[in-house]
């Protein structure tokens, strides 16, 4: 299991369950190191707008196989753990209440 330290000092878990599910996407291998990246050191950080538990956590990916892309990580918290749901890349920032950095 891998463990990382979120933008706001929060511990987050990649289980090997999890990140299996990651690679699963075809798009998603040779990125899983920026997962951790974009978690601890995210562009910016949104709320999800159906799950106040879940915020989206994205950086910028220039070059994938499929092009210039979002790398978003979407990452559940509760009061006493955080772990990473899924990753994937987008063309897109979601709308939502924005959490970091804060406008």
């Not at 979120?6 to 996407?25: F, K, S």
């Not at 879940?54 to 979407?74: A, H, I, Q, S």
């Amino acid at each position: 299991m891998k463990i990382f330290t979120d933008y706001d000092g929060r511990t987050v878990r990649l289980t090997p369950e999890r990140e299996a599910h990651i690679l699963d996407h075809p798009e998603m291998p040779g990125l899983l190191d920026r997962v951790g990246e974009a978690v601890s050191k995210p562009e910016c950080a949104v709320l999800s707008a159906s799950d106040p538990t879940v915020e989206l956590l994205y950086n910028f990916e220039r070059g994938t196989k499929v092009g210039d892309k979002w790398l978003c990580v979407v990452v559940k918290y509760s009061v006493d753990d955080a772990f990473v749901v899924t990753a994937y890349l987008t063309d897109k920032v979601k709308k939502g209440e924005h959490l970091w950095p804060k406008k």
